[in-house]
């Protein structure tokens, strides 16, 4: 087992920045594959990024290629999703997620998730 907790949402103006982080913990030392998710209000959860056990391998949705970037340090068990110039588009609750089986875009293959934090880009 393994909980998740998301912080560091908020409301900000177009333009602005934010830094999400998500850690770990549980019973759980093994350390895995995570990604950050988004779902807006009548919308599917979509994938945002995700990013590789050792962080060397990184995906971001096209919509956030070269504005957002996903990293993580293991020793503390966090991820972090730098969020820049920020678009109304982005306003969604973000979530991160744990995959034991791999690197995967599908929601699907992520077992255990945060509870989730707001988001909202004004214009």
């Known amino acids: 087992q393994a909980q998740l907790v998301e912080s560091g949402g908020g409301l900000v103006q177009a333009g602005d920045s934010l830094r999400l982080s998500c850690t770990v913990s549980g019973r759980t030392s093994a350390i895995y594959a995570m990604g950050w998710f988004r779902q807006a209000p009548g919308k599917e959860r979509e994938v945002v990024a995700i990013?590789?056990?050792?962080?060397?391998?990184?995906y971001y949705t096209d919509s956030v290629k070269g504005r957002f970037a996903i990293s993580r340090d293991n020793a503390k068990r966090t991820v972090y999703l730098q969020m820049n110039s920020l678009k109304p588009e982005d306003t969604a609750v973000y979530y991160c997620g744990v995959n034991r089986e791999g690197f995967s875009r599908a929601k699907q293959d992520y077992d255990f998730w945060g509870q989730g934090t707001q988001v909202t880009v004004s214009s």
């Open positions: 990013i590789s056990v050792s962080g060397g391998v990184t």
